[in-house]
């Protein structure tokens, strides 16, 4: 039987002893109910932004790609990692242009890939993803790109 999404046991053991010995009834002064409830962790993350683009040739400093919304009620606390497909690289034109990743907090990742480990909480926490790209006037023409993405687990 449900009672309002909790499952409520009942042991009726004692009540069919009765039933089997004649003669014997079976009365108390009290009952219980033991009731559980159960809540699933759930994590998720939100990311503002799908694209973004960089001045290679100028260089960038700590400029923010996107912004990202992590929620995520474990009762061990999560982790967030941030990962480059390219390895930290924007690729095209033939090379590949080296660019380092910042999320929140979290330093520069290495080899394009970093790790944020938070703490117990089921609310809305709030971190920019940033990344610093180097001048380099001498790259050659062309689109340059990587994808870099964002995952949520619990511990």
Known sequence: MRVQGLRVQTVALALTAGLLIPGVALTADRGTIQLRGTVPATCSISVSASSATVDIARGQSLGTVASVEERCNAAGGYVVSVSSQNGGQLVGGGAGVPYSLFYGEAGAGQG???????????????????VTVPANPQAQAGEYEDTVTISIAAK
């Not at 117990?120 to 920019?128: A, C, K």
């Open 112 to 130: 394009g890939r970093l790790t944020a480990e938070r703490g117990t909480s089921g609310d809305v926490r709030r971190s920019t993803l940033a």
